[in-house]
């Protein structure tokens, strides 16, 4: 009889690894914020003409900096970003003439944001705003009147709910802001957060707006760095803001501090009660992403992180040297967070209307303080258990008798396409992924190369993208 061990595993590795070009190894097992409603805002002011004025000579100035230092955006930037800036984002900031041309080409072609038109926009907001109700007790119309969309947003990309303007990316944001006051005890008194790669700063708004004591420092690439510094400045004028004009600037306590991304030196040393990253770590090459996580776990001081990027998206062979690097970022977290909140596809981001055209992300929340060693073990203890799941087993048939090692999954079966996998921090995904991450073993790659080829059909032809990752962090190991 075949042992489910070696048989799986080995298939596995063996298929994956001819797609990715590596041999299988041996298998061993706020403030009042700027204009409550679109309707009372009013038209463009010299203010806003000034902030955007500063906000690009902001910008030219970093450049020349940057060329100075002989940095250019093919050091940092991945292929993705790289076609970004040339067609888009520095066009935009060249042209734009006022706020809200900067922010509303960037909204309608979802560079930065999660938002739509009609007809997805009303059942978007209407889920939402049930979402929050149901899953928070939340009722978004007994909120602040401050909480409420920027009028800076693409117009059809909002709408007037009452006395209050909506957004699906908003009510997204205050669904994740909400989500984080349940499980962080957010300081009375003035806290700071960092914000790794903050689009033009959609997010940093809505902690403003929830937590006014909060200083929030935005690190980025120049140009995304440009549109937060205009949309920021332009939603909170009376707040303090500095913009980062050198690696040896000191950072003060203003209310939003933006650093170049080659400038985050500046950093170093500082204390943050929480550090975020949406939808950016998934969009980076992996030395970038190890830049910023290193800056996060080693050179500052951070309480806890709130990490949203994509995982277990399924990608072709096609798009491997566009995602190359993407995936790694989740197994670099260190052992010294303990895991609050780790959840593949949350709740918040089930919204059937619009967002299924949008990433698969993981969801984690995680403080500081755990002792290393101590969940790994217990991992490792567990996955003695999850070595006996079918999946792992391959249980079948043969002459009445039930066997392991068989042709797994039968047909007609639960196996067949799981449904339900638990993708939170109960499940065996976590428990593999964490093993991974954890342990320098490679018994826990190849397991979690197996769990997430049981998980997608076992096909080669559109394949988890964190399946070529896994191939390569698993040579490494062997
Ligand atoms: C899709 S946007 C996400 C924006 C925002 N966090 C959100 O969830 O809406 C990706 C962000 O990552 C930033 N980014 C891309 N490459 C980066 C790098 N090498 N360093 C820092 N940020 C980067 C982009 O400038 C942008 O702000």
């Known amino acids: 009889m075949i042992t489910a061990t070696a048989t799986r595993t080995t298939d596995s590795l063996q298929r994956f690894g001819a797609l990715v070009g590596l041999q299988a190894g041996p298998t061993s097992a706020a403030e009042p914020a700027v204009n409550a409603s679109r309707a009372s805002r009013a038209s463009p002011t010299i203010n806003d003409h000034d902030i955007l004025t500063q906000a690009k000579a902001s910008y030219f100035a970093t450049m020349d900096t940057y060329r100075a230092m002989g940095l250019s955006p093919s050091d940092y930037l991945g292929p993705i970003w790289s076609n970004n800036l040339e067609q888009h984002l520095i066009p935009n900031i060249r042209k734009c003439q006022t706020i809200e041309q900067a922010i509303g080409y960037l909204n309608d ?39 409420c969309e920027s009028p800076y947003v693409l117009a059809k990309h909002c709408k007037q709910v009452g006395s209050r303007l909506l957004s ?34 959609a997010l940093a708004r809505v902690f403003k707006l929830v937590y006014p004591q909060s200083r929030v420092v935005l690190v980025d690439i120049p140009e995304s760095l440009f549109f937060q510094h205009a949309f920021l400045n332009a939603s909170f004028p009376n707040a303090r803001h500095q913009y980062v004009t ?55 001081s951070t309480q806890n992180i709130f990490f949203l990027n994509r995982f277990m998206n399924r990608i072709g062979k096609d798009l491997m040297e566009t995602r190359h690097g993407h995936s790694n970022w989740s197994f670099n977290l260190d052992d010294r967070w303990a895991v609050k909140e780790w959840e593949v596809d949350p709740d918040y981001e089930r919204c059937p209307y619009f ?77 593999l992924w964490s093993l991974v991450r954890l342990t320098p073993e490679p018994q826990w790659v190849e397991m979690l190369i197996t769990y997430l080829d049981y998980l997608n059909g076992q096909q080669t032809e559109l394949f988890f993208e964190e399946i070529p990752t896994l191939m390569q962090i698993h040579a490494r190991r062997i």
């Not at 669904?175 to 008194?189: E, G, I, K, M, N």
């Not at 999946?391 to 392991?404: A, I, T």
């Open 168 to 201: 699906s990316d908003f009510l997204n944001r205050l669904a994740w802001v909400s989500r984080l006051q349940r499980l962080l005890d957010f300081p009375q008194q003035a806290f700071s957060i960092l914000e790794v790669g903050g689009g033009f700063g």
């Open 355 to 431: 967002q299924t055209t949008l990433t698969r992300n993981v969801h984690v929340v995680a403080s500081r303080g755990a002792k290393p060693g101590v969940e790994a073990d217990a991992l490792r203890q567990r996955a003695e258990l999850i070595k006996l799941e079918d999946w792992y087993r391959r249980p079948g048939w043969s002459d009445f008798k039930l066997v392991s090692g068989a042709a797994y999954p039968p047909v007609m079966s639960r196996g067949d396409l799981d449904l339900t996998p638990d993708l939170r921090r109960t499940g065996t995904l976590y428990a």
């Open 109 to 147: 072609k979802a560079f930065y944001d999660f938002s739509c038109a009609e007809p997805y926009l009303t059942p978007s907001i209407d889920w939402r705003i049930d979402f929050l109700r149901r899953t928070a007790g939340c009722e978004v119309d007994a909120l602040p009147a401050a909480l």
């Open 246 to 300: 050198s690696p040896d600037e000191a950072i003060t306590d203003a209310d939003f501090v933006y650093v170049p991304n080659g400038f985050a030196n500046a950093l170093s040393q500082r204390d943050f009660y929480l550090a975020v990253n949406t939808n950016s770590f998934g969009e980076m090459p992996q030395q970038a992403s190890s830049r910023w996580l290193d800056l996060i776990q080693h050179e500052t």
